[in-house]
């Protein structure tokens, strides 16, 4: 069964003041993790995709990595408006279905 | 980014009464759609597979009876919730699948039974 834990729970932060999330993970056959964004009330919007251990990707002050067993979201400089919950996500080899972490609230104080 | 449109944004209804949230993909179309349900200040919690033109795959413990899931089309799937009870409310979100991979999803639906 995929497994995902987000740590922590909680952060908050100072405006520009740079952290990093952490999604450790469990899968049978790796076919996608998936960072996104999600606002109170709102459905999660999509970030990043990675695929394979050593790729990363950036947007704006978001980067994302990956190695075989978590990825990590490092928040750069980050201003009150990166104030979100972000949840990771795993695809393995059976099927569509994402698991999902339980999410890390932000919380970026001006 | 493809655009997951869910409607309504908020329902309120009277215990015993079926409410319908219709899940559209505005510009893809999508033969798999999937239904969640999220608790306050928890994550995901995947109800069920939606896949075009078949029938709804089920996670264990989602009542088949209860939510049912039309996909008629490659746009729209809907979620009917019938005869709601109070322990239903929750929040209900859609997401769509493009291409291969990434799920987009909807706003999400806010549903409160009295």
């Known amino acids: 069964e995929d497994q995902v834990t987000q740590s922590p729970e909680a952060l908050r932060l100072q405006e520009g003041e740079s952290s990093s999330l952490n999604c450790s993970y469990t899968?049978?056959?790796?076919?996608?993790l998936f960072w996104y964004r999600q606002d109170p009330g709102k459905g999660p919007e999509f970030l990043f995709t990675?695929?394979?251990a050593g790729e990363e990707k950036e947007k704006e002050r978001l980067k994302a990595t990956l190695t075989k067993k978590e990825s990590f979201l490092h928040i750069t400089a980050p201003k009150p408006e990166d104030s979100a919950t972000y949840l990771c996500?795993?695809?393995?080899?059976?099927?569509?279905?994402?698991?999902f972490g339980g999410g890390t609230r932000v919380l970026v104080k001006p | 980014g493809a655009v997951v449109s869910q409607h309504p944004s908020r329902v309120i209804c009277k215990s015993g009464t079926s409410v319908k949230i219709e899940c559209r993909s505005l510009d893809f179309q999508a033969t798999t759609m999937f239904w969640y349900r999220q608790f306050p200040k928890q994550s995901l919690m995947l109800m069920a597979t939606s896949n075009e033109g078949s029938k709804a795959t089920y996670e264990q413990g989602v009542e088949k009876d209860k939510f049912l899931i039309n996909h008629a089309s490659l746009t729209l799937s809907t979620l009917t919730v019938t005869s709601a009870h109070p322990e239903d409310s929750s929040f209900y979100i859609c997401?769509?699948?493009?291409?291969?991979?990434?799920?987009?999803f909807g706003a999400g639906t806010r549903l409160s039974v009295l």
């Open positions: 997401s769509a699948l493009a291409g291969a991979n990434i799920q987009y």
């Open positions: 899968v049978s056959g790796l076919r996608g």
């Open positions: 990675l695929y394979s």
């Open positions: 996500a795993v695809r393995g080899a059976a099927g569509n279905k994402l698991t």
